[in-house]
């Protein structure tokens, strides 16, 4: 069944803009028809009652869905890549399992976030976020937030359970702790939120990393082979999954 994600408590169920008109013109429902709103994030069975105007009227069957959604919060914080590698980020991140994405201006980001068009590519990213939901059948969209700056990122360390980096010279190192016995270690502390960290093309420099590390940040093993910007955030949802699932 296709999914919708809607704002409000599912008793007050509408669904409307480009939802409403993708119901009505591209999937052709009719009344009776029966779709999955998530709401609140829980994920309701609904069948349609009727349509008015832009909107969709919905009423819950009072079935629900089991949530998928990762046992623990893993925000992905990276430095601002090129091109549209923060779109694949974005929309692969929330398919393995992503609760917010967090890009931040780091020492060896190219690109440099403008502010004139910021919030237009921020909606667009908010966007795809929501579409990869409802692809994975999730109960919960990515927040992606604006970019911060690194002295940012630093401050928001405290609010976070456990905090890793991605650091190639990690990967470089002869012995290194795997990122998995790091992982297990934080399984066994029921650990609620996490937050791992990524540099843009060229890696996190040698001063951010030793900022993050003084401020209670562990360096992860993504294995001995260094991976693009845009992998090693995939790679390392792929693991907690592995761990936490």
């Not at 069944?1 to 509408?14: C, G, H, L």
């Not at 779709?35 to 009652?49: D, F, G, K, M, P």
């Not at 290194?176 to 791992?196: C, G, V």
Request: proline share 4%.
């Amino acid at each position: 069944m296709q999914r919708y994600f809607i704002e409000t408590a599912i008793e007050n169920a509408r669904i409307s803009g480009e939802d409403a008109r993708h119901i009505e013109r591209v999937m052709r429902m009719k009344e009776g028809d029966q779709i999955v709103v998530v709401a609140q994030n829980t994920a309701y069975i609904c069948t349609i009652e009727g349509f008015e105007g832009d909107e969709v009227m919905v009423v819950s069957t009072g079935q629900t869905i089991p949530s998928p959604e990762l046992p623990i919060h893993v925000t992905v914080a990276c430095g601002l890549p090129k091109g549209d590698k923060l779109e694949l980020i974005t929309q692969k991140a929330t398919e393995l399992g992503m609760f917010a994405l967090l890009p931040f201006d780091a020492e060896r980001s190219i690109v440099k976030w403008d502010k004139k068009k910021g919030a237009k590519k921020q909606e667009r990213l908010q966007k795809i976020a929501k579409e990869a939901a409802e692809q994975a059948h999730r109960t919960h969209v990515p927040a992606v937030y604006e970019p911060v700056t690194f002295k940012q990122l630093l401050q928001e360390i405290d609010q976070f359970d456990s905090v890793f980096i991605a650091d190639e010279e990690d990967a470089k190192a002869e012995k290194r702790t795997r990122f998995a016995d790091k992982l297990k270690n934080e399984y066994d502390k029921k650990s609620k939120s996490m937050l791992i960290i990524f540099g843009p093309e060229g890696g996190i420099s040698r001063k951010e990393s030793e900022s993050l590390l003084q401020a209670g940040a562990q360096t992860m093993s993504l294995g001995p082979r260094i991976l693009r910007a845009e992998t090693a955030p995939l790679y390392a949802l792929s693991a907690i999954s592995y761990e936490f699932e």
